[in-house]
Each structure stands twice: as C-alpha cells, then as structure tokens.
C-alpha cells in the first residue's frame, strides 16, 4: 500500500523515480506522481492511474530536470483516486513538497486550524496537513520546522520531503510506517522497500519510529525524537536483483511459486544442525507459558491455523488463533504465562502489529515470524524467527506461506523438545521429516501443467468449495483465499464435517468441490463427505497423498503429492492449490500479479 521513493546525486532524478516506482507497483496503488527540485524551484507532475500514464506525462514536461527528487505511488484513503489528491503534495506557497504513506488521524483538526489562519487546501487527503504546517512552522531551518510538525501528528508516516531553498537535500521521517534509505556513492537514496532500491545499492540504513534525516548526495545524517544526532552503519542485504525480477516467468507469482524448493531450504536448513533444531534468535524457556496465542491476517492467519494444530499436537499446550483485525477488540486473557505468536510476510500489517502491541502492554511474551529484515514487526517483538523466502513481489502469497509453515512447523519441534514431550524416536522422525520438505515440495511443483489443464475445464465455475478435516481444513482456506484474491471467483473453505449442516445446500449439479485429503488418520470421514456432495451431482477434485488408492473411487480428478510427515503435508499440499489458482486466473485473463482493490502490504486498519 503505496510507496515512497527518493533520490539524490547527480543523475537525472525522474527516470530513477520512475523505475523505483515500477519496483514498488506490486504494493498496490491506483495514482502516482513525482515532484523534483529545480534551479526554478520544485515542479511536479501527477496521474489518476498506472505508472506508465505517469510516464507518459512526464515525457511532455519540459519543467522536471533535477537531480534530486521524491516519487510516490498512491493506495486512496482518505479522497478519491484523482491527480489532485495523488502525491507529492505541495505547500500552498510552493516551497515545500512531500510523499507521505501512513495515515494522519488528527488530520480534520489541523486542517481547521489551518484553515482558520487563511491557508487554503487544493487536496481531500490527510497528507496535505503536513506539507501545509511544515510551510507554516518554517523559519529558514527545514529540520525545526520539521520537527515541530511530526510532533502535531497522529498516526503513522514514512514521510520524505523536498524544500526549494535547500537543494540536493531530502529530508524524512518516519513512524510506524516503513521508510530505508539506501546508501550510495555520490548519491543517495530512500524508498518503502529494498525491491526499488536494489538496482542501486545493497546498503541500506533503518530509520527507526520518532527519527528523522537528512539525505544529501554524500551524507545521510539521522536525529533522534529530540533532536540528537545517531550513528548507524548501514546494513548489507544480500537479495540478488535477480530476486526482484521476473526471470523469465510471465508472472511473479509463479516465479515465487517454482521458487518455494529454494526457500524452504533458506528457512529450514540453516536451523537443523547435526540432527537437532538450532533456533539462535529465539531465547524462550517454554516451561513458563501456559499457553499460546497466534495472530495475523490473511493467508498469514492461514499459516497460523496450520501452526495451532501442529503446536497443540507436539507440545500438548492451549494453543488458540485469532485475526490480527480482531484480536484488540476482544477481551482476551493474557498475561506473562502467555506466549503470543505474530506471523507477516512483510513485517508491517497495520492490524497485525497493533495485534503485537496489545499482547506487548498485556504482558504476553511476543515472537514475531516474519520475512523482511528490519521491518516494524521484527522491531518490535521480543523474539523474532525470519523466514528467508526472499522478496515476494506478486501481492498473492506463495513462498512467503510456505516459509511460514516451515518455521512454524521447526518451532513446534523445537518447543515440543523443550517441554520435553518427545522422545528420541519421534523427535528424530520429526527433523527428518522437515529436511525432507525442499524436496517434496520439488516433486509437487511437477503437477503444474496436468492443474494448468484441469483450469482450462473449470475456469469459467462461479463458485467452488473447498473441504478438508484439520490441518486440511486450514490448507483449504489458504487454497479458497488464493484463488478469490487472483482469479475473483467466489469460494468457501469448509471443514468437510460442517458441510451437512447447511451448506451443502448449496451443492448441485456441475458444482466443483476441491477436497483435501492429506490428512490420512481422517481419510474415511473426509471420503464420505466427498461422496455427500457427489451423490449431489457436485465434481469432485481431490488431492491426496500418492500412497493413497482408493481417492480413484470416489473423486473425478486427483491430484497427488508426495507423501512427508502426517503433520507436514500443508508444505506439499498447498501447492497444487496455489498453483489452480494462477492457472484459473491466467485462463480468465486476470491480472495475476497485481489484482483488483488489492495490496501487498496492507498498511492501513
Ligand atoms: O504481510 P503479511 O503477511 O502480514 O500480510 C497479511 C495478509 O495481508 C496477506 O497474507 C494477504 O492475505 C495476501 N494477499 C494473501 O495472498
């Protein structure tokens, strides 16, 4: 949800903004705009629309040759999509300009205030405050003026911004809102995320919540809340720019989706050391939790329900889930005996880390399972696992989920042993059942071209239903929510026992039923609601382990993995469902990567 990029050096600053904002296209946005500095002062250029209509723009602007500039793509909040509301946002006397993510919630109250002083608005947007008050509070020195204004804020920002009178100089700001700046030589960047500045540097220094900065073409200086200088080494990310690129696939998302091998190795093989599950960043002694608590949104929900029935079979705890949207609205119980498990891909979900900061000032223990380095929710937790899936750029999850499922699945282990609930067999049966998942997960992705087929018989259903007992219960709600969110077709993800109970209903002739049956202990339950819906006229397509036969029987298609570990399968199983998704999708000629109304990294609540 929108992004921020920034530059400054000695190269023409629109074509680098522009190809950082392509970068920053999988967040999600429906504007974009670019404001740089000129010897005339600052001058931008704005469009309701893809970035190529921006582009297209500034190809016939004559006004926008600087060297040093902001770059926005814009998610609507607050004023519709439009040029006027699109970022940057510009004092009313021109003499400053900002891009800003993040929302400011005492936006109506500064805006009145202002108002009442004779200052008028162009923009229905909260962001015009600020570039507004800074204008207002200036007295020659940009850093005071802009220090007194993030103090009037409520709310969250990455903020970047320009002011006439200093040039080759970008100043930011941040708060609970992403913002890196990427550290060059003779120039200098900054940007939501490292997927823009890649190309650029693989330097790059966190701006911490309450700091500020100033960018120059060779030197990045950062303040404290009061003002005080702070040294901090830049970071080395060791991301390939081969790994925010396309590769040669049509799409990110299948690109992340053959990739998944590669990423449950990166997440697994590092902590499985002589036999035995090695977590450095983890120092929990699980003896004193009673219980514990998992949250996130999304397919990050998703992974956590496959987490609560590994972690409840293997450590024999309380283990309980909750939608990160929901869990500070509930009257929840917790306390030092609780552990509570946040789990994100990029790190900054607004609900999942408002979700975090309730557990922190209940006084819960907090670890966090997250895949960008330095991103707000690995800030915040006390204990934090990565997944190393690499960038995930298509805005449907793929190896973001499985990575998580991994570490889960090694923190269940490793918690288990802890609590000393397995012995040595089990134990060891366990580890080896992790290492093998890389290469399951290898074997599963070969059922790409027989499900691009089955998409070609059944792309053009309205609505599906997917079914599955336990842990294939939480792979059918990741498997409905992949293909909703890319191929917007309607469907619901049931645990197969509760289809009888009303909605079956709803199952008729030349119905499609996605039935999951890798959970083999239940085989014989799930085998009989697939015949319920098919004596319903429903089409059956299952997916179920190699070893099992007797699914030809009873489903019209079959769809086998290889066999792992009972409590694995949701590795393996998942992917033929990620993968009917893209290849539904792709028939329905939906864009895949960026789909409708969504964004990658859902900043708002
Ligand atoms: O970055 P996060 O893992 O916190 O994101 C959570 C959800 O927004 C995310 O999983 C979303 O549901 C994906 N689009 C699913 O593919």
Redesign the pocket.
Known sequence: MCGIIGYTGSDPAVPILLDGLKKLEYRGYDSAGIAVQTADGLHMVKATGKVEKLAEKLEQATDMEGICGIGHTRWATHGSPSDVNAHPHMSADGRFAIVHNGIIENYLEIKTELEEKGIVFASETDTEVIVQLLAYYYEGDVRKSLMRTIRRLEGSYALAVLCADEPGTVFAARMSSPLIIGVGAGENFFASDITALIRHTKDVIDLDDGETAEIRTDSVRIFDPYGNPVSREPRHILWDIAAAEKGGYDHFMMKEIMEQPQALQATLEPRIKDGRIVLDSVDLDMKQFDRIMIT???????AGCVGRLVLETLCRLPVETEL?SEFRYRDLVLNERTLVIV???????AD?IAALRKAKEDGAATLAIV?VVGST?AKIADHVIYTWAGPEIA????K??VT?LAVLDLFAVWAADQLGRLDHKTYSQLVKGLKALPAKAQRALDLSARVGRLAKLYHDRKSLFFIGRNLDHAVAMEGS??LK?ISYLHSEAYAAGELKHGTIALIEPGRLVVALCCCERLYEKTASNIQQVKARGATVLAVAPESNHQIYGEADHVLRVPGVHPLFFPVVEIIPLQLLAYWVARENGCDIDKPKN?A???TVE
């Open positions: 996130a949104c999304g397919s990050a929900y998703h990160a789990v994100s891909q990029s790190g900054e979900t999942t895949n929710i805005v449907a999850t793929t973001g989920y998580q929510l992949k969110e969504l990658k990294s859902v």
